[in-house]
Antibody
Framework: QVQLQESGPGLVKPSETLSLTCAVS?????????WGWIRQPPGKGLEWIGS???????YYNPSLKSRVTISVDTSKNQFSLKLSSVTAADTAVYYC?????????????WGQGTLVTVSS | EIVLTQSPGTLSLSPGERATLSCRAS???????LAWYQQKPGQAPRLLIY???SRATGIPDRFSGSGSGTDFTLTISRLEPEDFAVYYC??????????FGQGTRLEIK
């Protein structure tokens, strides 16, 4: 069974960089699929941030692209998100998910999510 | 950018009733690229339907999806107590490649 687990600081100061990692178990990232990040501000809807392939190929939401970097570490079977210059508007639950871009065209496995609050 | 608009915003029904949720796209979406998710409070979304009408693994057959072009529907044939949640549609398409609708809250009447 594919499982994903997000980790990282729960509090980030304004103007700093948010950094999160998603550890994958039950499936080798190197075997395929894209792997993505999605966020959900408190009480609001879902926003896709971007996705990465094991080769390092990425695609991002244009509205966040200038501030986002997604990377992958196949040796640790994990991928990471960096979001720079954060503001209070970036406060959200951040989810990682498997992005079946070329199959079901859907996000079929999700982590439980981690709340990141941007505040001084 | 393709915008997905879900209706109604809130749907109040009783267990045993039939639920019909709508997702309308601002431009035509390939049926292959339309999915539905269920989200309960404090939980991650769960994939229900992909390719507009294919049920994901382990999803009960009371959930069904249909539609094409710009109009898509999620139907729950007979509501169970555990079905009361928020439902999102999602499309793969042109930039941004993945977008979600704003959600429909299905609440107990």
């Amino acid at each position: 069974q594919v499982q994903l687990q997000e980790s990282g600081p729960g509090l980030v100061k304004p103007s700093e960089t948010l950094s999160l990692t998603c550890a994958v178990s039950g499936y080798s990232i190197s075997s395929g699929y894209y792997w993505g990040w999605i966020r959900q501000p408190p009480g609001k809807g879902l926003e896709w941030i971007g996705s990465i392939y094991h080769s390092g190929s990425t695609y991002y939401n244009p509205s966040l692209k200038s501030r986002v970097t997604i990377s992958v570490d196949t040796s640790k079977n994990q991928f990471s998100l960096k979001l720079s210059s954060v503001t209070a508007a970036d406060t959200a639950v951040y989810y990682c998910a498997r992005d079946d871009k070329f199959g079901a065209a859907a996000l079929d496995y999700w982590g439980q999510g981690t709340l990141v609050t941007v505040s001084s | 950018e393709i915008v997905l608009t879900q209706s109604p915003g809130t749907l109040s029904l009783s267990p045993g009733e039939r639920a019909t949720l709508s997702c309308r796209a601002s431009q035509s979406v390939s049926s292959s690229y339309l999915a539905w998710y269920q989200q309960k409070p404090g939980q991650a979304p769960r994939l229900l339907i992909y390719g507009a009408s294919s049920r994901a693994t382990g999803i009960p057959d009371r959930f069904s999806g249909s539609g094409s072009g710009t109009d898509f529907t999620l139907t729950i044939s007979r509501l169970e107590p555990e079905d009361f949640a928020v439902y999102y549609c999602q499309q793969y398409g042109s930039s941004p490649q993945i977008t979600f609708g704003q959600g429909t809250r299905l609440e107990i009447k």
